[in-house]
């Protein structure tokens, strides 16, 4: 998964799209660049592996000369976690130069590649995003949105992305829009980020989302967007509002601290916990969940685990043993809220089990009673082709055991995952135009035909 963030017509487009970068940081931590164009049409890039706070200090950003920009933060979903397969990615062509900002995973780009390869093409990375750069490079058509456009023929899956070709910004979305991306206003600039709070962050104003199968481009001509497809079957990402997003965002037009709180009312109805003291969420991205649990069941809220801040999102290890040891680097419970308790343990959802089973371990050795898990979630059981970094499916808990066995497995006194249904008709403009396949196994295309192939040396 991946964060974009990209600005045009702004004497500080680097500055403000490293600021950017900050509020996407949640979207991707193992690696982030920007790049920049000036007037004259050169480009100017930098790419670190590494937390946007930490690689690109005023040093670096001076160098980005230039009123247009273009921003990435990586966790790799296709291809594996290394400097070559950082965004934008930025090259050179006959034409000037291009930078590509990609979020989403592209399902044919196996085949993409190996047409491009087939006619002397040469990759400097494995992840799908490249066959983009190619397909552009390679475009004839008139005009940097017809090149997008003829780029983003036949190209299938979940991509939202900016790109620059020369000093035009181009954004766009695929016609299902799997994935957010927003444009906004700052004075004359516009501004494109995969949430509003990267909006906020630099003070735009949101105008629209950028539509399923719209591209938008910005130069100083102005501001022009063309339809690339008709509107098709809507199949926006549900995991953005569950998990990924910041609570502090709109994404598909809706608020996600909202969705997440009537995901929690809803997984109270559907599954009350009679008899326990309070409700506590693992932080912080089940706080609005567990928030909206307890509303609905007339119980406390506690803060009974405390995350330590300064580590990243245990998932986002690429390893299983790096996974397993964050556990307790990440979590420690309160003794003096927990003793003697029976608690509802309140998160948004169970992937390999690991976090869970090492966290209902540390909340039992804190004294809790009973310990009631209630995910704002269904079972997870299959992987994401979409983008979101879902292992595959002989890793995942719910795909290898019934729900009992899951209680089980992980510790806990009683377990209960909202509904499929109870989820789709919680999140803002549900419960249709969702992709749900991780849930349902309802997935909207063909599986990606060498699902590992473009995973080369991914995630464990
Ligand atoms: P697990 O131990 O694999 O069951 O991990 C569950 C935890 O991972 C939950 O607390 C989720 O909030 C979090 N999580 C779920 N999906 C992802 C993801 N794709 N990337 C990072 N973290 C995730």
Redesign the pocket.
């Known amino acids: 998964m991946c964060g974009i963030f990209g600005i045009s017509g702004h004497a500080e487009a680097a500055t403000l799209t490293h600021l950017g970068l900050y509020s996407l940081q949640h979207r991707g931590q193992e690696s982030a660049g920007i790049v920049s164009a000036d007037v004259g049409g050169q480009a100017h890039g930098i790419r670190a592996m590494g937390l946007v706070g930490e690689k690109f200090g005023p040093e670096v950003l001076e160098k980005l000369k230039g009123s247009t920009a273009i921003g990435h933060t990586r966790y790799s979903t296709a291809g594996s976690s290394t400097i070559e397969n950082a965004q934008p990615a930025l090259v050179n062509f006959k034409g000037g130069h291009i930078a590509l900002a990609h979020n989403g995973n592209l399902t044919n780009a196996t085949e993409i590649r190996e047409t491009l390869e087939s006619v002397g093409s040469i990759f400097s990375s494995t992840m799908d995003s490249e066959v983009l750069v190619h397909r552009l490079a390679r475009s004839t058509a008139a005009g940097p949105e017809a090149q997008m456009a003829e780029a983003l023929q036949g190209v299938e899956g979940a991509y939202s992305l900016l790109v620059l070709i020369n000093d035009t910004l181009l954004a766009a979305r695929d016609p299902n829009g799997w994935r957010p991306l927003v444009m906004g206003k700052l004075g004359d600039a516009v501004v494109f980020a995969s949430e509003t709070c990267a909006l906020d962050i630099v003070g735009a104003t949101l105008v629209r989302e950028v539509l399923p199968g719209e591209i938008v481009a910005v130069d100083r001509d102005g501001v022009r967007s063309l339809q690339l497809t008709p509107a098709a079957t809507l199949h926006r990402c549900v995991f953005e509002h569950v998990?990924f997003a910041r609570p502090d965002s709109q994404v598909f037009g809706g608020s996600v601290d909202r969705a997440r709180r009537a995901l929690g009312r809803r997984l109270a109805v559907e599954h009350p916990a009679p008899g326990a003291d309070f409700v506590f969420a693992?932080p912080d991205?089940?706080n609005a969940a567990a928030l909206g649990y307890a509303e609905q069941a007339k119980l406390p809220l506690e803060h009974a685990l405390i995350r330590n801040h300064y580590v990243g999102?245990?998932?986002?290890q690429p390893t299983q043993a790096g996974r397993d040891a964050k556990v307790k680097v990440k979590f420690n419970p309160v003794r003096e809220i927990l003793q003697g308790k029976s608690v509802v343990m309140v998160?948004?959802?169970?992937?390999?089990?690991?976090?869970?089973r090492g966290l209902v371990a540390l909340v039992r050795a804190a004294g809790a009673r009973e310990v009631h898990m209630r995910v704002s979630s269904p079972p997870i059981t299959g992987p994401c082709w979409y983008g979101?970094?879902?292992p595959d499916k002989d890793q995942l808990i719910a795909a290898k055991l019934p729900l009992d066995k899951i209680a089980d497995a992980i510790g806990v006194d009683s377990l209960g995952y909202i509904s499929l249904d109870g989820m789709l008709g919680s999140v803002p403009d549900g419960p249709n135009g969702f992709c749900h396949a991780c849930f349902s196994g309802q997935y909207p295309t063909l599986p990606p035909s060498v699902a590992n192939k473009m995973r080369l040396g991914g995630r464990a």
């Not at 999102?313 to 986002?316: M, S």
Request: charged fraction near 25%; charge should be negative.
């Open positions: 998990y693992v991205s089940s999102r245990t998932f986002i998160d948004d959802s169970i992937v390999r089990g690991t976090t869970t979101i970094d879902t």
